[in-house]
C-alpha cells in the first residue's frame, strides 16, 4: 500500500502554478449543424419556445422563429448553458457516500479522524498505487457530465496533464490560456506553500490571474481554528477581487462583509457543510452585501451527488436564513453567475451567439423554464454538448445529431430506465485505447468494490 504520503500530495496538491495544455483529441463533431426547440433560458429571460442553432461548435443562432435550411430536433424541454460545478474533488468522487459517525468543529478534525481514514484515506492509497492515472478523475468526469455539467473545478494539475479532460475544468488550461489557480489549504508562515500563495496574490495584482479558489473557515460558526486562520489570510493579502473563497461555514457577517468590501467571491457546498458541521455558510448574508454565490458539489463521501442536488440544498437554507432566492437567481448561481466567478464569462454561463455551444437539455415537467431547472434531477437529462461535441445524449437524438457516428469509446447505457449514448473518447494520456465507462467501472470496483455509483 502507498504511504499516507501519497493521499496528503493527492489530496493537498491544488493548481498553484501556470499549467499548459494537455494533448487534445481529434474533435468529432456533427456532421452537420443541427438545431433544438425548446423552452430556452436566455442571458434576459426565459422562452417559452425558441430555437438553438449549432454550428461548427459554437451557437450560430438563438430566436423565436423557426430558422430554414437547417433540421430541427424537437425536444419538448428546456434547453440552458451547461452547468458549472465551482467546487470538487474529482479524484476523490469514487468513493461511497459517507455517514458522519458526529458533528466536527473543522475540516481539520475529520481529515484526521479514524472513520475518514478508514472509508476515504486507505482506499486512496490503495487506488494511487494500483490504478492506472486518469481512472478516478475519467470516472468523476462522467458522474458529472450525466448530471448535466459542462465545467468543474477542483481537478489536479496531474488529472489532465497528459490526457484532456472531458468536461471542462475551469481551474486549468481552458479556452487557450490558464488564469485559473487553487489551493486546498490556506499556508502558514513557515510552510513551503506560502511563497506560491504570494505569487498567485502577485499575479492577481498584475492581471496574469482571474480566479483563485481557496477552501477558507471550513468548520461551525465561532471555531477558534478557524477565526485564526481567517485573519492569516487577511494578512496574506489573499482577499482580492479575484479570490473565490470555498465553503467560509466559519465566517461571521462581519467577516463575510469585510469579504465583500474586498471584492470576494463565494463557492458554496451546504450539502457538505450540514453533513459535516451541522450548520453552513450565511449566503444569505454574502448575497446581501454584494458577493456572488456559485455552488458546488464538493465531493460525494459528504457532498450531493450532483449538482443539481445541491441546488435544492441551497434553495432551502436560503429560505431559512431569510434570503429566499427566485427560480431564476438559483438557476443563475451554477450558470452565469458560476461563469463569471470563475472568471470566464466570455465564454460559458449563457445561451448566446458566437458561445461555445455548451448545452444541456432537460425534460419538461413544469410551466416555467427556470422552476423546471430548479425541480430536475439527473434523470431529466436528455442531452449534454461541450463545444457542438454530442457527448451524452438519449439514444435516438445521439444517432440522428452525430451522424449515427460509431466508436470504440461511444457507448450505449440505461440512464434511470432510459436508454442513453455516452462518448468518452478524449485522449487517453497513460492508456491506449481510451477505455469505456464499462471499463473504468470494472478497473474501479475491483480494487474498490463499494465504488459509488452514477445512476443511483
Avoid at 188 to 202: E, F, H, N, Q, Y
Wanted: charged share 20%; aromatic share 6%; glycine share 8%.
Amino acid at each position: 500500500m502507498a504511504s499516507t504520503g501519497t493521499f496528503e500530495r493527492a489530496y493537498k496538491r491544488g493548481v498553484t502554478r501556470r499549467q499548459e495544455p494537455a494533448p487534445r483529441r481529434p474533435r468529432a463533431l456533427p456532421p452537420a449543424p443541427f438545431c433544438l426547440h425548446g423552452a430556452v433560458i436566455t442571458p434576459d429571460e426565459a422562452w417559452p419556445s425558441g430555437y438553438v442553432t449549432v454550428e461548427n461548435g459554437v451557437i450560430a443562432t438563438v430566436g423565436k422563429r423557426k430558422p430554414t435550411g437547417v433540421t430541427v430536433t424537437e425536444t419538448d424541454g428546456v434547453i440552458l448553458p451547461g452547468l458549472l460545478d465551482l467546487h470538487g474533488h474529482p479524484e476523490f468522487n469514487v468513493f461511497a457516500a459517507w455517514e458522519p459517525p458526529r458533528l466536527y468543529a473543522n475540516r481539520y478534525r475529520w481529515r484526521a479522524s479514524t472513520p475518514y481514514r478508514v472509508l476515504v484515506r486507505d482506499p486512496q492509497n490503495t487506488i494511487l498505487s494500483t490504478l492506472p492515472p486518469q481512472t478516478q478523475s475519467r470516472y468523476a468526469e462522467i458522474r458529472a457530465l450525466t448530471a448535466g455539467v459542462t465545467a468543474i473545478q477542483g481537478a489536479s494539475g496531474a488529472s489532465t496533464a497528459t490526457a484532456e479532460p472531458l468536461v471542462r475544468n475551469v481551474d486549468l488550461f481552458v479556452f487557450g490560456d490558464h488564469r485559473a489557480r487553487a489551493m486546498i489549504d490556506l499556508p502558514t508562515g513557515s510552510s513551503r506553500d506560502m511563497p506560491r500563495l504570494k505569487k498567485i496574490v502577485a499575479d492577481i495584482g498584475t492581471g496574469d490571474v482571474d480566479a483563485f479558489y481557496l477552501h477558507l473557515c471550513e468548520g461551525v460558526p465561532g471555531d477558534e481554528r478557524s477565526a485564526t486562520e481567517f485573519a492569516s489570510f487577511l494578512h496574506a493579502g489573499a482577499a482580492t477581487p479575484a479570490t473565490n473563497v470555498i465553503h467560509g461555514s466559519a465566517l461571521s457577517e462581519t467577516d463575510l462583509h469585510t469579504l465583500a468590501d474586498a471584492g470576494c467571491r463565494l463557492v458554496w457546498s451546504p450539502q457538505s457543510n450540514l453533513r459535516l458541521y451541522g450548520a453552513t455558510t450565511s449566503a444569505g448574508v454574502a448575497r446581501q452585501a454584494g458577493m456572488q454565490v456559485a455552488l458546488g458539489a464538493d465531493w460525494l463521501p459528504s457532498g450531493s451527488t450532483s449538482l443539481l442536488a445541491e441546488m435544492k440544498v441551497a434553495r432551502r437554507q436560503l429560505a431559512l436564513q431569510g434570503h429566499p432566492v427566485t427560480a431564476a437567481e438559483l438557476v443563475a448561481m451554477v450558470t452565469s453567475v458560476a461563469a463569471s466567478v470563475a472568471g470566464l464569462s466570455a465564454h460559458l454561463g449563457a445561451v448566446a451567439v458566437g458561445r461555445p455551444a455548451d448545452l444541456l437539455v432537460l425534460e419538461r415537467h413544469h410551466a416555467d423554464p427556470y422552476e423546471n431547472v430548479c425541480l430536475a434531477d439527473p434523470s431529466w437529462v436528455e442531452l449534454v454538448c461541450i463545444g457542438g461535441d454530442i457527448t451524452y445524449a438519449r439514444q435516438d437524438w445521439f444517432e440522428r445529431l452525430s451522424g449515427n457516428a460509431q466508436s470504440d469509446t461511444i457507448e450505449s447505457l440505461l440512464a434511470w430506465g432510459k436508454p442513453m449514448r455516452l462518448d468518452n473518447g478524449y485522449g487517453s494520456g497513460h492508456q491506449s485505447p481510451t477505455p469505456s465507462l464499462s471499463q473504468i467501472r470494472t478497473l474501479l470496483t475491483t480494487t474498490y468494490p463499494q465504488v459509488g455509483p452514477i445512476y443511483a
